[in-house]
């Protein structure tokens, strides 16, 4: 019923920066909660960051806290990960996530209904 669609990942040095973007679309307009959770191989998924419907408020997860930020876009139910001062720890497959509950901030996975597929973040050091 909704397709969440990421993108913007690739291949970057350390220091450097890449801008993700999501999109949550359905057949009847609604308004989301959006987050974002990475998954390195072997690891568990770990939460990013996350956004109310409006933008109006944020959470992000400590290791990313003063580096990355979200922020809603100008289409409906669009979302930005705006990545800054990469690590090689970073390196992760980056999810995008939605939810109707769009108030909230959730910080777990199981806080959102709606996924992507994922997009690869590498970087080299």
């Known amino acids: 019923q909704v397709q969440v669609v990421e993108s913007g990942g690739g291949l970057v040095q350390a220091g450097g920066s890449l801008r993700l973007s999501c999109t949550a679309s359905a057949h009847t307009a609604s308004t989301y909660s959006m987050g974002w959770f990475r998954q390195a191989p072997g690891q568990e998924r770990e939460f990013v960051a996350s956004i109310n419907w409006n933008g109006r408020d944020t959470k992000y997860g400590d290791s990313v806290t003063g580096r990355f930020t979200i922020s809603r876009g100008n289409a409906p139910n669009t979302a930005y990960l705006s990545m800054d001062n990469l690590k090689p720890d970073d390196t992760a497959v980056y999810y995008c996530?939605?939810?109707?509950?769009?108030?909230?901030?959730?910080?777990?996975?199981?806080?959102?209904?709606?996924w992507g597929q994922g997009t690869q973040v590498t970087v080299s050091s």
């Open positions: 996530a939605a939810d109707r509950k769009s108030w909230i901030l959730g910080t777990r996975p199981s806080d959102y209904v709606y």
